[in-house]
């Protein structure tokens, strides 16, 4: 136990290591701009360099870099050396405050969805001394934004952070309302459950779909698939927990808060659970977690998916964003209270997250929209795409109860008062969770589900948090003018719920009947990523972040056609993959075993004439009609290819991927996978799921 202590953490410079190497007014400045997001002194960066640079050098670092997330949803890295020259031929370990708080890495090579030319090279990465500096692989990564020329942001980190801002903005607001002005900050923070595939690596290599897609584009499902239920939860084996352990020990010493582990409900499936942390902190910590997971799988002999649905036919992996509000002096404000003016408090933010989550419901589906969860949101072990709110029994009933203006009765028949100067006092967790919900209340958080288990958690809180702050500007607005305060507020909470109650919803978000009760109640159901995305670009949407700061309208715009072009991309890679697995190693491998049947077939004939070879025949006839059927669907794969070259709108060509490329390729998956089941194992080309998901 105390070497665990005593190991974590240890590649960070973090508040202990501050505090030991800097001067005390220089750790005192550094801590405001930490804490409650005060402009750092320029003057101090030097100091706070050079401090860095002699632990890093100490923990065996012999490069920096400026560590970013660009728009392609990973990581970023430009390594300097520390090393200076001396005029005697000698070098020297140097790093200034000018190194620590600007990089120029060029900015032409990543996504800017046009607010960069090819030609116009130059970008900036721009500190972030809000997250700590870290050491990884022996280079001292320092995390920063990125930004372009002009100061557009073409990052993931500078939207979060400004939409951190706006919301700590309007929630101060709200909290001076009620007295608090000893709450000098408000910080949204998350707890990133990643949902991960462990396969065998040797298997993984003879998969040309799963090297180069993430995913299996063709493959049968296995005899056994998770029917049973026996691997969630289940005994971890062996192998299995070594990877685990290895990665805890990699996590913990980069301060990453790894808290549970298990298996998940489909067989090779996983999930890994950290403590919850400050939002942009905890973007940071899964981009590094993603990364890791990577690494350590390969030195254990395996190999990581954080693809959305790798496999057909069984669970795929998502990402549950756990999301809460929490004041510099540490109450949370999703935590019911004793008092009535606690009450009222959480009330009110309540309100304005339901409030929000329901007029900017294509926000938050458009926040997780991707080709990979494309697949998986609808499934059983996904949410829906239509976004709705859970917010429990208890809750329900308080929020009814204000509507109608009626006392709240609790279970137990026990009266809860309710009131203009009087709000309810009522308890947390006496409802059951819905698993189901794609925003569900739990106690005091709220679990967004629909997240894909590969991208990174900005985009979603990066909405989450603009669209709750536009609401808490909303209620300020009225509220900061009200002359009956607790009246006014119950008023604005009952507006709320009775205007926006169709959001709320208990039952099971996977059955058929909520998808037509949703459509009654005039919910979203965007189902595919190029049904929501024309959503980024409406007026409302454009207002709401220029508004906030969060986004300008050539930001937006730009992040539009990313995401366009994104889609269409790996649509096409996928394609041209399927073309190459099909022609290359499914044909031949087929070919050759009906070639063996027919020789078989033909001997059998000599040597015992009266025998039909009913089975060698009927085997053969099949193959060969579906190998004729596969060959046309790939052929028409192949022409509606040629044809996407055609389209000059990105919107209709994503169309064009989605209705026709993509369906294509369904069809032809379907013939292959039958086809795999009548062909000998001995022949056939790549691992099949049963071996790629029971190996491990």
Known sequence: MNSISESFGKLVFNDKVMCERLPNDVYKALKRTIEMGKSLDRSIADVIANAMKDWAIEKGATHYTHWFQPMTGVTAEKHESFISPKSNGAVIMEFSGKELIKGEPDASSFPSGGLRATFEARGYTAWDPTSYAFIKDNTLCIPTAFCSYGGQALDKKTPLLRSMEAINKQAIRILKLFGNEDIGR????????QEYFLIDKELFEKRKDLIFCGRTLFGAKPPKGQELEDHYFGTIKPRIKAFMADLDDELWKLGILAKTEHNEAAPAQHELAPIFTTTNIAADHNQITMELMKKVAQRHGM???LHEKPFAGVNGSGKHNNWSLTTNTGINLLEPGDSPEENAQFLLFLAAII???????????LSVASAGNDHRLGSNEAPPAIVSIFVGEELSSVLDAIESGNACVRKDKQEMRIGVHVLPRFFKDTTDRNRTSPFAFTGNKFEFRMLGSSQSISGPNTILNTTVAEELSQFADILEKSDNLHG???DLVRKTVT?????????NNYSDEWVDEAKNRGLLNLKSTVDVLPYFIADK??????????????????????????????LNIEALTML???RKEIYPAVSEYIKELSQTALSKQQLIPDDCCEVEKSIVTKLSALSSSLYKKIEALSNALLET??????????????DTVLETMQEARVVADEMELLTDARLWPFPTFSELLFKV
């Open 488 to 490: 006014d507020i119950l």
């Open 499 to 507: 205007e926006h109650k169709r959001i709320i919803y208990h039952g």
């Open 541 to 570: 949407n454009v207002e709401l972040f220029t508004k906030h700061k969060v986004f300008s309208e050539s930001e937006i715009h730009s992040r539009y056609e990313i995401l366009l072009e994104n889609y269409c991309k790996v």
């Open 355 to 365: 409030k929000a989550v329901d007029e900017y419901q294509d926000l938050l589906r």
């Open 303 to 305: 190999v990581c998916l």
């Open 580 to 582: 190459d697995i099909a």
């Open 186 to 193: 408000v910080i949204t923070t998350v707890g990133a459950e």
């Open 645 to 658: 070259k055609n389209y000059t709108d990105l919107l209709a060509c994503a169309r064009f991927y989605k």
